[in-house]
């Protein structure tokens, strides 16, 4: 059995749904990647009951902030940019 070639790899992680959301929302919105990442970061930091509630958005909401965030950092990651 071969060893996997770090094009494989690369290969692989850009073939998942976390990538696709963020390469999504990073061409659809590129002017709001920064803070979706940031409303994810203090969600990850606050807790997302209770950023929710500091925000007055239902847990439903934070939780594709978060998860939408998460995805546009994970797909920079991937794709090299830091645009």
Known sequence: MSQ???ADLL???TDT???SIG???ADRHPELCDD???EAQAIEDEGLARW???EA???DAAFQTLVTGLAVRYYKAV???SE
Do not use: E, K, M
């Open 4 to 6: 996997p070639t770090d």
């Open 11 to 13: 290969g692989s992680l």
């Open 17 to 19: 749904g976390l990538y």
């Open 23 to 25: 390469a999504f929302f």
């Open 36 to 38: 979706v990442i940031a």
């Open 52 to 54: 929710a509630q500091r």
């Open 57 to 59: 958005t239902t847990l």
């Open 79 to 81: 794709a090299g940019t």
